[in-house]
């Protein structure tokens, strides 16, 4: 991942703050999915939608036998619109949020963890 100059973020098994990193994922199943979630921290923005960072999924496909690359976008918006910031979060957003809030948690109160 590269993330905009005016970005920062702070991934999982990322002990330091980078504007460009990797992350190891696990093996997958075809069909199967995965969920990461990353902290981005930014200053305000004029309103409109911005890539707060890009990337790239390498992944090797067992079916075909061939090396595959996805490019990623991560695009935000910025708005003055109450109802669209209003709007109730995604629940597998929320679940995955709470997970990694309480891996902070355990990791603050066991540093060894």
Same mark, same amino acid.
């Given at each position: 991942m590269k993330l905009a100059r005016w970005v920062? !973020? #702070? !991934?999982?098994?990322? !002990? !330091?703050?980078?504007?460009?990193?990797?992350?190891?994922?696990?093996?997958?199943? #075809?069909?199967a999915s995965i969920q990461q979630v990353f902290d981005f921290e930014m200053s305000n923005h004029p309103l409109g939608f911005y890539r707060v960072a890009s990337g790239k999924l390498t992944f090797d496909d067992c079916a075909s036998g061939r090396n595959e690359v996805i490019d990623l976008d991560f695009i935000l918006e910025f708005t003055a619109d109450s109802a669209a910031y209003s709007v109730a979060q995604d629940s597998r957003v929320k679940q995955a949020a709470q997970i990694v809030q309480a891996s902070k948690a355990v990791e603050k109160d066991h540093p060894w963890a």
């Open positions: 920062s !973020a #702070r !991934a999982p098994q990322q !002990a !330091a703050q980078s504007t460009e990193f990797s992350l190891q994922l696990t093996d997958l199943e #075809r069909g």
